[in-house]
Structures are given as C-alpha cells and as structure tokens.
C-alpha cells in the first residue's frame, strides 16, 4: 500500500507552487496526496515568514501535529521561509520535528525523506543551490485535470525593500532559462491547462543573469504563440521595473489578460523612500496612468502597507488620497510587522498597534466600497469566462474568471470546465459576480480582446 502525505501551505502562490512541486518529487517515492492529517505518513507544512500572522500559525500547526508523532509516527517536515530562516534551531527547539527544508533543497525532498525513513536521522537542508536546480520544475506524473497552472520563471529578489525578509529567505534573484519554461507550459497545455501564471517575486527583472539575452515581455511574447494556451497571467512586478515594453504588451499580446498587481505600498514619497522601494508617488501614478491609457479595461490590484516606522498621519492620507486616485479593483493591505534581519525592524520610530489598527480599519473600508462600484459597473456587461470547476455555493453553478481575474458564479454542468463561455453579469458582489450564459451570436463582449469569437 502506498503512503500518505498532508501538506498545509502559508503564504503567497510561489509557496502554494512549491507545495505542489513537492507533491510531484514525492509521487516519484510512492507518497500520495491525502487531504487528512491523521491519515498521512508524513506531514510537511510549508511556511511564509513575510508576515507576523502567518509565522506564528506554523507554530501552532506543529503543536496540532506532536500528537499525531507521538501516537503513530508521522514523520513531521518543515518547509519554506520560516525553515531557511530558521534551520537548526527549529530542530532544537522542537524535539518530535525530523525534517527542516530550505526554499532551495525541494528537489532534496525525496532522498530527505528517505533518509529520515530508513536511518530515523533528523535532517535540515537550507543550503543556497548555486546550480540552479531548485527552479526546475517536476512534470506531473499522472493527469493534472487542472484548468491552470501556476509556472515558476524566476525566484529570488535583489532589490532588499527594507520591510521585506524575502531576498534572505529565497535569496538573490535567478532566472529559469526560457526554453525550460517554455517546454514546461507546452506540456501542461498538453495535458489541457488553458491558462498559466508566471510567478516570480519580481517577474519584470526576468532574465537577468542568463546567458541568452531574454527580457520579461520578450518571454510574454514567445508563450503568447503557444497552440492550446488561452490565458497567461503573471505575479508579482515591481513598480520600477515595469517598462513601457511591458505595458505595450497589454495591447499586442491576446493570451495575456487585462490584469496586473501592483504593489505601491505606501502612498507618500517619504515612506517610499525609507521602505527603500525605489520609486516615488509621483513615478509610480505615471506608470498606473500609462496602463490606463494604453489598455483600458486593465484590472488593477496591489498591496499597502500601514503603520511602517514614521509613517505619520498626513503620509497615511497620501496612501487613502492614490487608493481614491487610482480605483484599484482590489487590494491587499496589512499592518507592518518588523522582521528580525531586516532594515526597518531597527528603525526607531515605530507606529503603535492601536494606530495601526485603525488605519487599517479605515483603508480596508474605502476600498471595500472602491472594489463594490467597480464589480457593479460590470453588470449588464458580457465577459469571457474561462471556467474552472464546480461553485462553492451551489451543486448546480459552476465558476470561472473573467480575464481581468474576477470570479463569476452561474448555472452550468460541469462538461463546462476548462471552456471559454460568454457570461453576461447579473450582480455584483463584493467578492465576486453572479451571471449567465449567453449565446456567442448575441454577446457583445464587453472586453474587446475576448478569445471567445476566435475560440475553436
Ligand atoms: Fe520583498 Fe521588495 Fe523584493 Fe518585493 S521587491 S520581494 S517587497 S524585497
């Protein structure tokens, strides 16, 4: 009988990617994928150190799993930025803990694995992998039945915001060669994937470093010609890295979709500076509004920040006066929280907890109503859905995305799944959309740049 393995994963897509990668290494040694802890014969918890929150839940998630050690066992393994970070001391400071993982030792996993298996040695991989190998990316062994993917392009950041713990926990930014990639998502087309992100801490400075001469959009433009692939998204760019060539791509490339995230983190120029960001309001609004004027219908969303060191009342209103400026779609924000090596968590000016609080409050609220006026101003529209499975909300609706990323819910069978259908939007949510389906002949899609009039 084969074994088990329970994943649970913190953090942003390239953590939810890694999951999935381990996932595929292990089939390789006979583990399949189980939803339930206490049936797994390894549980590994792949965890994200960016934030305070999602630190102090691995914690916890590993004092859920002593028992599970105690009573059959388990073989229990820390992955990802909290194991970089952290490595042996996490084995000395839980004792039922076999294995610590660095964000550059996944392909070590299954021989990781066996060790622990065979010899009952305790195990911490958190090298840097100066070859590379740790971007190549496993092929699903089995049939994905998956309408998209995620694909990993680059990883690693050189930029060292002063908030941000990820150039120490991924390390400095590495690109995969394009042929890789490009073999990579001609095989997930094959395999019926008709939409990929591209995921990279910093997507715009791909290519960096290879030894063919290969920009971002340059990349964009050799996956856009791929037979079978409908979509392709990317996440995440850094403002001063967005070039013109990338936003011109917005217009010349089909596959690509009118969405972009954006990260401004701070709406006044003197907070941009000590978070180290490398661009100021001003520069950041011109390239929003150059997105605005050569693809129109573009979806924006970003991340803020509140409450960084200094960050006094007048700076915050800057950040609510660019939230009203720019009209994003949706936004991510959060409190600071310093992390440990990094340069902010020594600056002296810290924002109080209470303050915070409320200026997150107050930010969350106005783009609450911002994200509901843009989702109404879509009713009556028709978009092209691309759709992905059953609804969560109801047996007899399935779901899907328009290509500006927001999710739409409508009746239909499930013979739907990985099609294109036009769907004219009936409601608005603050997190979604309720539609239904309309006939090609009668849709005038609202996005002109739709594959469905095209579709095969
Ligand atoms: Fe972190 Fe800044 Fe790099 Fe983004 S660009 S990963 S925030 S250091």
């Given at each position: 009988?084969?074994?088990?393995?329970?994943?649970?994963?913190?953090?942003?897509?390239?953590?939810?990617?890694?999951?999935?990668?381990?996932?595929?290494?292990?089939?390789?040694?006979?583990?399949?994928?189980?939803?339930?802890?206490?049936?797994?014969?390894?549980?590994?918890?792949?965890?994200?150190?960016?934030?305070?929150?999602?630190?102090?839940?691995?914690?916890?998630?590993?004092?859920?799993?002593?028992?599970?050690?105690?009573?059959?066992?388990?073989?229990?393994?820390?992955?990802?930025?909290?194991?970089?970070?952290?490595?042996?001391?996490?084995?000395?400071?839980?004792?039922?803990?076999?294995?610590?993982?660095?964000?550059?030792?996944?392909?070590?996993?299954?021989?990781?694995?066996?060790?622990?298996?065979?010899?009952?040695?305790?195990?911490?991989?958190?090298?840097?992998?100066?070859?590379?190998?740790?971007?190549?990316?496993?092929?699903?062994?089995?049939?994905?039945?998956?309408?998209?993917?995620?694909?990993?392009?680059?990883?690693?950041?050189?930029?060292?915001?002063?908030?941000?713990?990820?150039?120490?926990?991924?390390?400095?930014?590495?690109?995969?060669?394009?042929?890789?990639?490009?073999?990579?998502?001609?095989?997930?087309?094959?395999?019926?994937?008709?939409?990929?992100?591209?995921?990279g801490q910093n997507v715009n400075s791909y290519g960096k470093g290879l030894e063919e001469e290969i920009s971002f959009p340059e990349l964009l433009h050799r996956i856009d010609d791929m037979e079978g692939l409908h979509r392709i998204r990317f996440i995440t760019s850094h403002p001063a890295d967005l070039s013109e060539e990338l936003i011109q791509a917005f217009t010349k490339l089909k596959k690509l979709c009118e969405h972009i995230h954006l990260p401004f983190q701070?709406?006044?120029?003197?907070?941009?500076?000590?978070?180290?960001?490398?661009?100021?309001?001003?520069?950041?609004?011109?390239?929003?509004?150059?997105?605005?004027?050569?693809?129109?219908?573009?979806?924006?969303?970003?991340?803020?920040?509140?409450?960084?060191?200094?960050?006094?009342?007048?700076?915050?209103?800057?950040?609510?006066?660019?939230?009203?400026?720019?009209?994003?779609?949706?936004?991510?924000?959060?409190?600071?929280?310093?992390?440990?090596?990094?340069?902010?968590?020594?600056?002296?000016?810290?924002?109080?907890?209470?303050?915070?609080?409320?200026?997150?409050?107050?930010?969350?609220?106005?783009?609450?109503?911002?994200?509901?006026?843009?989702?109404?101003?879509?009713?009556?529209?028709?978009?092209?859905?691309?759709?992905?499975?059953?609804?969560?909300?109801?047996?007899?609706?399935?779901?899907?995305?328009?290509?500006?990323?927001?999710?739409?819910?409508?009746?239909?069978?499930?013979?739907?799944?990985?099609?294109?259908?036009?769907?004219?939007?009936?409601?608005?949510?603050?997190?979604?959309?309720?539609?239904?389906?309309?006939?090609?002949?009668?849709?005038?899609?609202?996005?002109?740049?739709?594959?469905?009039?095209?579709?095969?």
């Open positions: 009988m084969g074994k088990h393995v329970y994943i649970e994963t913190y953090g942003c897509q390239m953590n939810e990617h890694d999951s999935e990668r381990m996932l595929r290494l292990l089939e390789g040694v006979f583990y399949s994928e189980t939803k339930e802890a206490k049936e797994a014969d390894l549980i590994l918890i792949n965890t994200c150190s960016v934030r305070e929150k999602p630190e102090h839940k691995v914690y916890s998630a590993l004092g859920r799993f002593k028992k599970l050690k105690e009573e059959k066992g388990t073989i229990i393994g820390v992955a990802g930025c909290v194991a970089q970070q952290e490595g042996e001391r996490l084995l000395d400071r839980m004792p039922y803990l076999d294995m610590v993982i660095g964000t550059q030792a996944i392909p070590a996993l299954p021989g990781l694995v066996q060790k622990v298996e065979a010899l009952g040695q305790r195990v911490c991989e958190i090298g840097f992998d100066a070859e590379g190998e740790y971007l190549k990316t496993p092929l699903p062994q089995r049939p994905l039945f998956k309408v998209k993917s995620y694909v990993t392009i680059m990883q690693g950041c050189d930029r060292f915001c002063s908030f941000c713990i990820v150039p120490y926990v991924r390390g400095r930014e590495r690109s995969r060669p394009s042929h890789e990639i490009i073999e990579e998502i001609r095989d997930l087309a094959e395999m019926g994937v008709k939409e990929v992100c591209l995921l701070s709406g006044s120029s003197r907070i941009l500076k000590a978070m180290h960001r490398g661009y100021t309001k001003e520069s950041y609004l011109e390239k929003i509004d150059r997105l605005k004027e050569v693809c129109p219908s573009i979806a924006l969303t970003a991340d803020a920040i509140v409450g960084f060191p200094g960050e006094e009342e007048k700076d915050f209103e800057e950040t609510l006066e660019l939230l009203q400026r720019v009209q994003f779609d949706d936004l991510f924000s959060f409190k600071y929280s310093p992390r440990k090596g990094t340069r902010a968590a020594q600056y002296e000016d810290h924002v109080e907890e209470m303050v915070k609080q409320d200026r997150l409050t107050i930010l969350q609220g106005i783009q609450k109503e911002i994200t509901l006026q843009k989702n109404q101003a879509l009713v009556g529209c028709v978009e092209e859905i691309l759709v992905e499975g059953q609804s969560k909300q109801s047996d007899r609706d399935v779901t899907g995305r328009t290509r500006s990323n927001k999710i739409v819910n409508f009746e239909g069978g499930l013979d739907l799944v990985g099609k294109m259908v036009p769907i004219k939007v009936l409601k608005a949510y603050p997190h979604s959309l309720r539609g239904e389906i309309v006939s090609v002949q009668n849709a005038s899609i609202c996005n002109q740049r739709s594959a469905i009039p095209h579709r095969a």
